[in-house]
């Protein structure tokens, strides 16, 4: 299997993949990692790949940019833009690393590790330009329900669980099938074990999408309410699409949402 690691620290990887189980399969040729630094893909000599977000707020957002032109080089080919999209291979998938993604489980992994290759964008979690995770990646992950500084831990655990899932990977392979999370329980069943009657109730919302310059990417544009000036408006908006993240991410939160 091929990993592809698309990352503004290369430098991050020479330690976490470089140990046990991954390091064997790499020798053995099980999987292969390429890590690529994403500001081989700016234009300015500052080498740039973040902007302040349309709409105002805190921190630099990821530019896609950068983005879309690594993934695309690694492909192979053209992502398309919004007149003509074009989706990677089948057996490919492209990964955001992202807070505000989809729970990484071990059905996850499972998943993945009937692929041929991930490539995987390590997003900066202050924030990435939405059109990222839209336009180009198949899918939004995040590893907990927590906030890290960026997605090269996330990202290195992806490959981990994903590495040891790979025959010939483990020593002993039915050690991977009597393990942690190798066997669904129902939620009543845990309730029942717990003596619980109900879900707690503890609010949670995943982040708003972020756009930063240009204004408008291979025909997508950034939403007008962003650009308008009406801060009212677009914390309404940012709250609705929060809301619709969520459902869509992580519909297990939402009986949560107040």
Not at 59 to 66: A, H, N, R, S
Not at 167 to 194: K, L
């Amino acid at each position: 299997m091929q990993f592809d690691l698309i990352t503004i620290f290369p430098e991050f990887f020479a330690g976490p993949l470089d140990y046990g189980i991954v390091r064997r399969a790499k020798e053995a040729g099980i999987v292969q990692i390429h890590v690529q630094d994403l500001r081989e893909f700016t234009k300015d000599r500052h080498r740039t790949v973040d902007d302040r977000p349309f709409g105002g707020g805190e921190g630099m957002v990821l530019k896609p940019e950068p983005l879309f032109e690594a993934a695309e080089k690694l492909l192979g080919h053209s992502v398309g833009d919004a007149a003509a999209p074009q989706k990677p291979e089948p057996n490919t998938a492209i990964l955001l690393m992202s807070a505000a993604g989809k729970l990484f489980t071990q059905e996850t992994a499972r998943r993945y590790a009937k692929l041929e290759r991930a490539i995987i964008i390590c997003g900066r979690y202050e924030g990435v330009d939405e059109r990222v995770a839209e336009h180009l990646a198949t899918e939004e992950i995040c590893v907990g329900d927590y906030v890290l500084s960026g997605g090269e831990l996330p990202a290195a655990i992806v490959v981990d669980a994903v590495t040891r899932l790979l025959p010939g990977a483990v020593g002993n392979e039915a050690s991977t099938q009597n393990e942690s999370f190798s066997e669904e329980v129902a939620r009543d069943e845990w309730r029942v074990a717990r003596n619980e009657t109900s879900r707690p109730s503890r609010p949670l919302l995943l982040d708003y999408p972020h756009y930063t310059r240009p204004a408008e990417y291979r025909g997508w544009k950034v939403p007008e309410v962003l650009i308008g000036g009406n801060h009212a408006e677009v914390a309404k908006w940012r709250r609705a699409e929060a809301l619709a993240k969520t459902l869509r991410n992580r519909p297990e939160l939402a009986p949560e949402i107040g």
